[in-house]
Each structure stands twice: as structure tokens, then as C-alpha cells.
Nanobody, 124 residues
Framework: QVQLVESGGGSVQAGGSLRLSCAVF????????MGWFRQALGKEREGVAG???????NYVDSVKGRFTISKDNAKNTLYLQMNNLKPEDTAMYYC??????????????????WGQGTQVTVSS
């Protein structure tokens, strides 16, 4: 059974940084895509960043230049480094995974496996 476990959320002031981690348990091989999503109160879940099995990376425009997604295959862990955080980044952040490639990385319905979420709160 595949499990994703996020950590690293918290409360910071605007301009601060956080690093989210997502440990992956239960995968027996590595050809999968992973992504970070977020959902603010009253809003739909939004794809923030995605990384495919070939290392290709995508970001939503609002985080380009501030967020960096990376994956440590040896540790089976996905990361999201978030710098220059803004109040509008406040949300519950989720990691997600799927087997195989997708061009629709930013859509939640593309992913089979989800973590429980970690809260990020940015104050002005």
C-alpha cells in the first residue's frame, strides 16, 4: 500500500521560508510523477509544482522563482522549498503521486495517491 507522509508546514511571516517534505512508502519502483497541491479555505485544490519520472519540472505561474520542487530518490522523499512566502500562499499543502507520465500535472484527478496535508500559514 502506497503512503505519502508530509511534514514541514508551519506559520511564518511574509518573506520567510519553509521546506515541505513528503516521504513515500510502499513504492517498489520509481517511474512515477509527483506533485504538490494546495487548497485554501473556500477555494479549489490547486497544482503548485510537479515533477515527472524523467526529472521534468513544472510550476504554477504564481510560485515561479519562489518555490523549488525536488526529489531525493535514495530517500524516496519529495521536497518543496518555499521562499519569499506571501499571505496568499496560506493553504493546506498536499503531496500527490501517480504511476506513469501525464501532461496534466496540475490537475488533482491525475493522481492516485495523496498525503494527509500540512498547513502553511503566512502572516503579513
Amino acid at each position: 500500500q502506497v503512503q505519502l507522509v508530509e511534514s514541514g508546514g508551519g506559520s511564518v511571516q511574509a518573506g520567510g521560508s519553509l521546506r515541505l517534505s513528503c516521504a513515500v512508502f510502499g513504492y517498489t519502483y520509481s517511474p512515477y510523477c509527483m506533485g504538490w497541491f494546495r487548497q485554501a479555505l473556500g477555494k479549489e485544490r490547486e497544482g503548485v509544482a510537479g515533477i515527472n519520472m524523467n526529472g521534468g519540472i513544472n510550476y504554477v505561474d504564481s510560485v515561479k522563482g519562489r518555490f523549488t520542487i525536488s526529489k531525493d530518490n535514495a530517500k524516496n522523499t519529495l521536497y518543496l522549498q518555499m521562499n519569499n512566502l506571501k499571505p496568499e500562499d496560506t493553504a493546506m499543502y498536499y503531496c500527490a503521486a501517480r504511476f506513469g507520465y501525464t501532461v496534466r500535472w496540475q490537475y488533482a484527478d491525475q493522481y492516485m495517491y495523496w498525503g494527509q496535508g500540512t498547513q502553511v500559514t503566512v502572516s503579513s
